[in-house]
């Protein structure tokens, strides 16, 4: 076969290969890694404050360093991802917040500790919204969604997994093992990665990557298509640089009101999983039963993302999403009518971490398709770096009103708020703003 072949073309109307499904579950690894290195915080906080006697007000600060890291590395990454290619960027970002949490297992001050935390930081605001684009870019179209979004809720898998490990671990070995082996698995992964991982052959082409590189990825995705002196070619890129483009007229409404989305979406998702053991014991709770009933909003979280992701495939995805985050509100609000008993406590957290923290894995998804190849990366991490700032506020906003001796009832009405904020900003994105980055010429979906 000769002539000049489309990369997304090829990737759509073919079924999905073993290549892609290894691309995805690799993914899905270090999103799942990601998740537990993000989380895992909030969980050893009851026992940090025990050791080092540090009050809600001192522990603030460590709740905020990590995710003003994240923050950081978000916006440093992205678009150095969008230049360099996801694969490099993706490895050397997962590299990074492991040795950083491995590290942090050996701190022996809270001064040590913050430090480490904004390092191991940096690091997972950068492999996330790289695995993100990488995971979109090897995605046919007509299951992008769900496969994007299958991908991710590895990362709520993981904040539900440092719950788990956690609670077995601390009691016995206490909880620095915990973030020593939050840093082992990332740094076994790495030599996986170099040896398996795949760059994105749309990414090659718009960068002008050798024709022979691109056709012996393609042909192990599509074999019967991929022969003879084809030319492969993807959209290409904007003249502007990747974060110009994100502000181009097409796109700059549909860019503000995904980067409120994600403000208010993170603001709830993080204060949720940094405060709630913290609340629950104060409240009475033993710390193990804390750290599980908080493991409940993040398997939550998994069962959403895939039933939303799937919905996501089948209708407009900011309706999806903006019904969700209205679900979101309600079961939140709903925390504050258990009445104080856990189990109750425990499905209205389920439900909140089904819709919230699920909605946010399906907007990760539909931010990814939003952008084109050539600023993908940049828009994902923006988005996500702009949300950061919302779960740096929801740990500065849970510190201060743990300290103030807020009662639970009040802090879950007030979380409604945000969630319903999210719901009416993702709603409000025209289908027309969405169908803009699908125009031949502008960009690709």
């Not at 056709?215 to 074999?223: D, H, N, S, V």
């Not at 919905?311 to 079961?331: C, E, F, H, N, W």
């Amino acid at each position: 076969m000769t002539g000049k072949l489309d990369i997304q073309e090829i990737i759509d109307s073919s079924p999905v290969s073993p290549l892609q499904t290894r691309i995805l579950w690799l993914c899905f690894l270090v999103v799942a890694i990601d998740g537990f290195d993000t989380a895992v915080i909030g969980f050893l906080a009851p026992d940090i404050r025990s050791e080092w006697s540090a009050s809600a007000a001192a522990l603030t600060p460590l709740m905020m360093a990590g995710l003003i890291g994240l923050m950081v590395g978000s916006f440093v990454f992205g678009p150095l991802s969008d230049r360099l290619g996801r694969r490099p960027v993706l490895i050397a970002t997962t590299g990074l917040f492991g040795l950083m949490c491995f590290l942090s297992g050996f701190s022996t001050s809270l001064e040590m500790l913050i430090g480490l935390r904004f390092l191991t930081g940096l690091g997972l605001g950068g492999a996330m919204p790289n695995a993100i684009t990488l995971a979109n870019e090897f995605s046919p179209a007509a299951r992008r969604a769900s496969l994007v979004t299958l991908m991710f809720c590895g990362f709520t898998v993981g904040m539900a997994a440092a719950g788990f490990i956690a609670a077995a671990i601390i009691p016995w070995l206490g909880w620095r093992a915990v973030l020593i082996i939050g840093g082992v698995v990332p740094l076994a992964l790495v030599p996986i990665l170099l040896l398996v991982l795949t760059e994105s052959p749309r990414f090659l082409a718009i960068k002008g990557g050798g024709q022979s590189q691109i056709a012996a990825i393609l042909a192990r995705i599509a074999p019967d298509r991929v022969k003879g002196d084809a030319d492969f070619y993807a959209v290409p890129a904007a003249a502007s640089a990747p974060a110009r483009q994100l502000f181009s007229a097409r796109l700059i409404m549909g860019t503000l009101l995904l980067w409120v989305t994600f403000f208010m979406g993170l603001l709830v998702i993080f204060l949720v999983g940094n405060w709630l053991p913290l609340i629950l014991t104060d409240m009475g709770a033993a710390p193990t039963t804390a750290k599980l009933v908080t493991t409940v909003f993040h398997l939550g979280g998994a069962v959403g993302a895939i039933v939303i992701g799937r919905q996501m495939d089948r209708r407009r995805p900011t309706k999806v999403l903006a019904a969700g985050y209205v679900a979101a509100a309600i079961s939140v609000a709903a925390v504050s009518l258990a009445g104080g008993l856990l189990p109750l406590i425990a499905l209205a957290v389920f439900a909140a971490g089904f819709f919230m923290s699920g909605g946010q894995v399906g907007l990760n998804a539909f931010a990814s398709s939003f952008y084109p190849t050539s600023a993908r990366a940049t828009g994902v991490a923006f988005a996500n770096g702009v949300g950061r700032s919302g779960s740096i506020l929801g740990s500065m906003i849970g510190g201060a009103l743990v300290a103030l001796g807020w009662q639970s009832d009040a802090i879950f009405i007030l979380l409604a708020v945000p969630a319903l904020i999210a719901a009416m900003t993702i709603g409000s994105i025209r289908s027309g703003d969405a169908e803009a980055v699908r125009q031949p010429g502008a960009v690709a979906a």
